[in-house]
């Protein structure tokens, strides 16, 4: 489930998960989210993924698609956020 997943990102990277799922744009908000879509996004679909993380449509995650890259490259603790998380889900 996504939300099961925006969970473990927002634990592991110390974000309020309810805050995450809000409309703010902080940083740390926008990279649990960009992370969540991505490893989320091919099984779950890109519908039903925005649906999960409070997103109007599809669209939102698409861009999050864009920057996850640049994202990874930028942000240690989102990478090792990521990749704890990856590891754990098995996505």
Same mark, same amino acid.
Request: proline share 0%; charged share 25%; glycine share 4%.
């Given at each position: 489930?996504?939300? @099961?997943?925006?969970?473990?990102?927002? @634990?592991?990277?110390?974000? @309020?998960?309810?805050?995450?799922?809000?409309?703010?744009?902080?940083?740390?908000?926008?990279?649990?989210?960009?992370?969540?879509?991505?490893?989320?996004?091919?099984?779950?679909?890109?519908?039903?993924?925005?649906?999960?993380?409070?997103?109007?449509?599809?669209?939102?995650?698409?861009?999050?698609?864009?920057?996850?890259?640049?994202?990874?490259?930028?942000?240690?603790?989102?990478?090792?956020?990521?990749?704890?998380?990856?590891?754990?889900?098995?996505?």
């Amino acid at each position: 489930d996504v939300r @099961d997943v925006l969970k473990m990102v927002c @634990d592991n990277m110390c974000v @309020d998960y309810n805050s995450a799922l809000s409309k703010k744009r902080g940083r740390t908000l926008t990279a649990c989210r960009i992370i969540t879509a991505w490893l989320c996004k091919d099984r779950i679909g890109l519908q039903k993924t925005a649906a999960a993380l409070g997103r109007t449509n599809h669209t939102s995650v698409i861009h999050y698609q864009r920057v996850f890259n640049e994202l990874m490259e930028k942000n240690e603790k989102a990478l090792l956020a990521y990749q704890d998380v990856k590891i754990r889900t098995g996505l």
